[in-house]
T-cell receptor, first 116, second 113 residues
């Protein structure tokens, strides 16, 4: 029973390029959450998606960031025209339940983005 | 604004002794609190939780204490083991929903053999 998969695990981009981060939730989970962890800080909620729907994107920066969770395939977090400040660890989590906070959120290993 | 604070970035204890990790919060509307454990190169994994109607929750070697009046919670690990060495994140939720969890910056625990 594979856990939450994220790829790539490490991603290096130059300023102005695009970064695409992928997340495959656990089998049977249809709810995906993206978090960002800046150096020396905790995880910050970015966006909550269900299949083909963005439910809550209140934590997403207004520009350059977008997320999707198509009917087929992984969830994608896309960052356009990356800047150095985007360098962080991006974690994806999935849950089988609609939105309750109990211990049912499972995290992936993260993608570490470095912008040169 | 940092609504959940873990003021100690690191903690070192001897194997067999008690580890106490602390967490403070500012939002009095938080009503559910969780601790996550994170090993290097892995994602956080859920450890233990407590709702605001309780002041203590115990699971084996792990106990979480909640002091609502002080807006403070702590995680006690006793006895500490070298395998407990990890970063511990405190998290809190106001609505009970996954999408409003707020995390602290983490405390790196090192348990020395």
């Amino acid at each position: 029973n594979a856990g939450v998969m994220q790829n790539p695990r490490h991603l290096v981009r130059r300023r102005g390029q695009e970064a695409r981060l992928r997340c495959s939730p656990m089998k049977g989970h249809s709810h995906v959450y993206w978090y960002r962890q800046l150096p020396e800080e905790g995880l910050k909620f970015m966006v909550y998606l269900q299949k083909e729907n963005i439910i809550d994107e209140s934590g997403m920066p207004k520009e350059r960031f977008s997320a999707e969770f198509p009917k087929e395939g992984p969830s994608i977090l896309r960052i356009q025209q990356v800047v150095r400040g985007d360098s962080a660890a991006y974690f994806c989590a999935s849950s089988p339940l609609p939105d309750r906070v109990q211990e049912t959120q499972y995290f992936g290993p993260g993608t570490r983005l470095l912008v040169l | 604004d940092q609504q959940v604070k873990q003021n100690s970035p690191s903690l070192s204890v001897q194997e067999g002794r008690i580890s106490i990790l602390n967490c403070d919060y500012t939002n009095s509307m938080f009503d559910y609190f969780l601790w996550y454990k994170k090993y290097p190169a892995e994602g956080p994994t859920f450890l233990i939780s407590i709702s605001s109607i309780k002041d203590k929750n115990e699971d084996g070697r792990f106990t979480v204490f909640l002091n609502k009046s002080a807006k403070h919670l702590s995680l006690h690990i006793v006895p500490s083991q070298p395998g407990d060495s990890a970063v511990y994140f405190c998290a809190a939720s106001e609505s009970g929903n996954n999408n409003d969890m707020r995390f602290g910056a983490g405390t790196r625990l090192t348990v020395k053999p």
